[in-house]
């Protein structure tokens, strides 16, 4: 069994080679070659912590595992980080266990490597305003993915602390972009919009909306989480990483709620990397990306840190 400790994670996935296994797995879930087992998440009644696991098996690249983790609120006072996760993979065809693998930083790159992936996809080529809704851990690497995607000339960003605002800031300073904090109607000067928040009610209306903008959901993945109105939801294209999610978990279980769109309204996005289904339609549509995260994401950026890990000498190997 080989084990890829945390701390090797930063020196083996970039944030390209997280895209390329984020999109080849979503474009093998939407052949019906991946398949994404449902999400187990409870409030465990100790540390005040979420627990819970996401699971799956990849067929077109032979990859299946688990990742098991949460959330503890109590871990920062301890130096730790609040969400923590670890990969086990197993050989699909003994089911024996194969690898151990960090999963705190590989959750970081694959969520920003999801919006991404949908931004490269769905986003008007000539998008130049990137909006970010949200300052805390995640979003600077959904920033840093977001901007390698299309020629953007300027950021804006909203926080609910606007104090906090100074991390994307310092992103947009390393890329030489200008960065403006505004107020959410102002968000309709952006091109793209990520949404990376722990918010239970909507921020972002559709007024704040342009036309033509894409919008990367990415902070719903649990039930009751809402970033976006219900009608923002109804007005865009929406397309997703998995309809069972999204519905479920993600941001559209709101708009189903309300009753302004049902499942079949909503795409899922390896289709449109396939090819089998259309993208963006024309300059002034809105397109909605509700990235829930799938388990098959993590094994994914698992499998390519495991693999390199071999070439590069780091791999712990032991007896199991
Ligand atoms: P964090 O705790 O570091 O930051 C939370 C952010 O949410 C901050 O910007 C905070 O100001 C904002 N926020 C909190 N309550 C709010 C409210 N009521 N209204 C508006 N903004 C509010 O968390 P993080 O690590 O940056 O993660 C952000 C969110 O993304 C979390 O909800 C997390 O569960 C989710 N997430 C989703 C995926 C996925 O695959 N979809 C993966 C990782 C994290």
């Given amino acids: 069994m080989i084990i890829v400790p945390e701390r090797e994670i930063a020196g083996l996935i970039t944030p390209e080679a997280a895209f390329d296994a984020v999109e080849n797995v979503f474009g093998a879930m939407a052949r019906g070659e991946a398949l994404n087992f449902p999400v187990i998440r409870e409030a465990i009644g100790h540390a005040d912590a979420l627990y819970g696991f996401k699971s799956g098996f990849d067929r077109a690249g032979l990859v299946m595992g688990l990742k098991s983790g949460g959330y503890w609120p ?9 969400h923590q996760s670890t990969v086990i993979l197993f050989d699909p065809d003994t089911g024996r266990a194969t690898a151990l693998v960090g999963g705190n930083l590989l959750t970081a790159l694959r969520t920003a490597a999801a919006a991404a992936v949908s931004i490269r996809h769905l986003a008007r080529p000539d998008a130049k305003v990137l909006g970010m809704i949200g300052a805390g851990h995640q979003s600077t690497f959904q920033m840093r993915a977001a901007l390698a995607q299309r020629r953007f000339e300027r950021v804006i960003g909203w926080n609910l602390h606007p104090e906090r605002l100074s991390r994307l800031q310092e992103v947009a300073q390393e890329h030489d972009l ?11 000067e952006a091109d793209v ?20 903008t894409h919008i990367a959901s990415m902070g719903t993945d649990t039930k009751g989480k809402q970033e976006l109105e219900p009608a923002l939801v109804a007005r865009a294209r929406r397309f997703t990483d998995e309809v069972a999610q999204s519905v479920s978990i993600g941001e559209c279980q709101h708009a189903v709620a309300a009753g302004l769109i049902g499942a079949d309204d909503i795409a899922e996005i390896g289709a449109v990397i396939n090819g089998t289904y259309p993208g963006r339609e024309g300059a002034r549509e809105v397109t909605l990306f ?20 071999g070439e590069k000498g780091v791999a712990i190997e032991v007896d199991f």
Avoid: Y
């Avoid at 509700?290 to 890990?309: C, K, S, Y």
């Fill in 74 to 82: 109590g871990n920062a006072d301890k130096g730790l980080t609040n």
């Fill in 178 to 188: 200008p960065f403006e904090a505004v107020d959410l109607p102002q968000m309709r």
């Fill in 193 to 212: 919009i990520i949404t990376i928040t722990s918010s239970f009610d909507p921020i972002l209306m559709s007024d704040h909306v342009a036309d033509g």
């Fill in 290 to 309: 509700d990235g829930t995260g799938v388990g098959l994401q993590d094994l994914a950026v698992a499998a390519a840190a495991v693999r390199l890990a």
